[in-house]
């Protein structure tokens, strides 16, 4: 059983920083790939970065590119996302989701965390 655990959101103001972390649990992660999304208040849910366990590949959404990184620690078995140069328009739930491979839906999803960014 996939177990995805995310923690780190909180509140900031407007250019300040936070760490997201996802420990992953229940499997072998070797060929999954990682991702982020976040939903908004009345928004849909989308994809902000993702990263392949096997590899340094990784995705970025172009509303977050520059400011956020995505990286693992596979001996550890979590994935971390660095936010920095927060906007208030970055304030949503964001969750942990995991894909079994590249090409493959997001089956299994954290509880989420809030990030809220005050202007």
């Known amino acids: 059983q996939v177990q995805l655990v995310e923690s780190g959101g909180g509140l900031v103001q407007a250019g300040g920083s936070l760490r997201l972390s996802c420990a992953a649990s229940?499997?072998?992660?070797?060929?999954?790939?990682m991702g982020w999304f976040r939903q908004a208040p009345g928004k849909e849910r989308e994809l902000v970065a993702n990263?392949?366990?096997?590899?340094?590949?990784?995705y970025y959404a172009d509303s977050v590119k520059g400011r956020f990184t995505i990286s693992r620690d596979n001996a550890k078995n979590t994935v971390y996302l660095q936010m920095n140069s927060l906007k208030p328009e970055d304030t949503a739930v964001y969750y942990c989701?995991?894909?079994?491979?590249?090409?493959?839906?997001?089956?299994?999803w954290g509880q989420g965390t809030q990030v809220t960014v005050s202007s």
């Open positions: 990263i392949r366990w096997s590899s340094a590949y990784t």
């Open positions: 989701a995991a894909a079994t491979g590249v090409g493959y839906p997001y089956g299994h």
């Open positions: 229940g499997r072998t992660f070797s060929s999954y790939v």
